[in-house]
């Protein structure tokens, strides 16, 4: 007899009989496995006819689950398209598309302990009140101080992994929002130490830059599904107008950007560097630890990089902007909070970003969501785990070549209203960098 027990994230399999999966831990006598390989040693000890003495799973009983949700085609689409794939996998679709309501659904589904992992504290008030609203019962929190287990749980990836080894048996199903935040070197650990043999990931854009969207597959399944933006404008989503404002630096922006960004250019050329990709510049980054020169380089290219982003004739450009769409609710982006508290100052605006304290920031939404606020500026804070209301219009003044980025901020204006044709724009400065950074983050939205 084969006794399975679980063990501090990892599975422990008594009985001297291993499996594909296990390695023998001398300190116990027994072969013990990662928690992400139940469900496989069980399908190996079956097709091997075993007998087995299953102790792992120490799950929370689950009310009947049952709610209102009507799945839209394509949502409907992608929930069939993942319990076909095994009920593990990755969802994709765009900022405002109804990601939540599949989940929602998939847990109906299923009927099971389910622990739904986010990023931030906001998404998990966010989370819980959606469980709540939803299904009628007390949801669990792990996250910002709380550790109250419910069968229906939503936790931060921070607590997640923090408390993996003590909750990592009691859920039979996990919701990775965010999914992308997974293959996180430490994050990954959460999806090692549970056991869950259901796991769904949800985001807007599946790939990452620096490749560690790979690991997916191994930690929950791969992508399963996947719409862009533009297959749901018109009839899901609002369609919308994308201008990008190309703006001049003065003569003396010019000449601190050319002086800078030769200094960068000057020492790839002599080194013989090439920047073909994400991959290569990460490798230049680490290089400037253990080389002064590159480092000297490096920073020379932020320094041009930060007198494009911020360039004084962007703020002339949206004085005009703001003026010309001022019946609009709108939203304006920043790379920095520098820029941020700048445009506040100028036009009057009220500000969101990191340092805005929790109260004040809910207060400022609820403003805009009245209509007390017509525009807000903003960092990224606001790219990610906070519901924001409806918006017609965005202003990208700076960013970063990330199309996930981009699909967020482009996402807060596409809510559908009747009527409504959201408006982007992008204020970008003639030849520099920034010219390049926004071309690479245009690259996600078609699919």
Known sequence: MIRLKYDRGTILLEGEVGTPYARWDPRVDAFRAMALYYPDILEYLDRSHLPVRDEVVDSLPTPPLASDVELRPYQQAALEAWLDAGRRGVIELPTGAGKTYIA???????NVSTLVVVPTLDLVDQWRRQLEAFFHVEAGVVGGGEVVVKPLTVSTYDSAYLRGEQL????????????????????????????????????????????????????????????????????????????????????????????????????????????????????????????????????????????????????????????????????????????????????????????????????????FRTGEFRVIVTSQVLDEGIDVPDASMAFIISGTGSSREYIQRLGRILRKQKGKTAKLFELVTRDTLESRISQRRHRYRRG
């Open 104 to 110: 929602l659904k998939a847990m109906e589904r299923l």
């Open 168 to 367: 990592g048996n009691r859920f039979l199903f996990m919701v990775f929002d965010e999914v992308h935040h997974l293959p996180a070197p430490s994050y990954m650990q959460i999806a090692e130490m549970y056991v869950a043999p259901s796991r769904l990931g949800l985001t807007a854009t599946y790939e990452r830059e620096d490749g560690a969207h790979m690991e997916l597959p191994r930690l929950i399944g791969g992508r399963v599904y996947r719409l862009g933006v533009d297959a749901l404008t018109g009839r899901h989503l609002s369609p919308y107008t994308l201008e990008t404002v190309f703006v001049d630096l003065t003569p003396e922006e010019r000449v601190i950007y050319e002086r800078e960004y030769t200094v960068f250019t000057g020492y790839l050329k002599r080194k013989n560097i090439r920047l073909r990709g994400p991959g290569d510049f990460q490798r230049f980054i680490i290089s400037t630890g253990g080389d002064l020169g590159a480092r000297r380089a490096l920073l020379a290219r932020n320094r041009a990089v930060d007198v494009a982003l911020n360039a004084q004739s962007k703020i002339k450009v949206l004085a005009d902007l703001l003026t010309a769409y001022a019946d609009e609710k709108t939203l304006i982006f920043t790379r920095h909070n520098s820029l941020v508290y700048r445009i506040s100052r100028r036009f009057l605006i009220p500000t969101i970003t990191y340092q805005t304290p929790k109260e004040e920031r809910k207060a400022v939404l609820e403003a």
